[in-house]
């Protein structure tokens, strides 16, 4: 027979009190579904019961940086504000509109350190999707520094987070944007190098055929290695990103059609495998037919337009 709630260790109680508050907290600023339970997750399980009230006090009053003030006289309050406070922030990116429509000169030094963590993720996420709009020269010189910075800024605020389980899924939401914009930049840089030599070897330098082949090769690999990679990033479900993210970086499905096409046409430039892995990537990346766009059936690149 189950034994009630109230009658497990506090310790263990704690524990699924912490992640529940840190689930709601993270659907709250990502989900575009009905969040009405998680923005009130702290009120109802502190209704549960008089274990639970006094164990969500105390995770709520920390995770929340609560003080009575005049504008917050109760927890309640207080935890509610800060939970609006994050849906409102999170529309930057749930529904990404016109560039402009988040600014880092928003962000709230005086709120709690939880509320300044997701702050900057949301931040994090709208700089990638502007940056995908900008040209490869401009996103290759500033997204490394701009996402390196935040990142570490970031990487501040969630350790200030106590208890710190309430900051974990902001931990690991961090991080695989972290990777995300490694993936990116190498891919961007990739194609512009891959264009170059496909270039050369098109233009018959006899000189430098042999070198610019493996090169252009290993240029194939180390892009499908990318691709590979974000194909298991992608499942972590990232917001503001669909399964042709990669595609919708600057020049990259313009470079890789057209590179594709040169060593198709003029055959021996690059080993036959490296044509295959070529061919398998601009397949892969392709934008499908505006019909299917315009019939729903295939929402990946439709959604990428609105980030």
Known sequence: MALPLDDLPNELLFKILTHVLAYSVHTVVISSADVAWYLRAHHTLSSVSFVFRELMTGISSKAFDFAVSDATPTLAQHVHQQM??????????????????????????RAPSLVQGYSLYVAIVYLRTQAARSTPSIFLSTSSTIFGAVLALSGVLYNRVVPGEVAALLHEATAAEAALS???????????????????LAAK??????????KAEEVVGILDGADAEFRTLFRRSLPCCTDRWVARLPDVYSTLERVHGVVVQQEGLIGEDAVQKLGALVEAWAPPPPAEIGNGVAPGWAACTRC
């Open 205 to 214: 330098d006899e000189e430098r055929t042999e070198l610019n082949q493996t």
């Open 182 to 200: 490694t993936i990116s930049v190498r891919v961007v840089k990739h194609c512009g190098v891959l264009a170059d030599l496909v270039d050369d």
């Open 84 to 109: 609006l406070a994050l849906r409102a922030l999170g529309g930057a990116i749930r529904t990404p509109s016109n560039p402009g429509s988040f600014s880092l000169d928003a962000l709230d030094a």
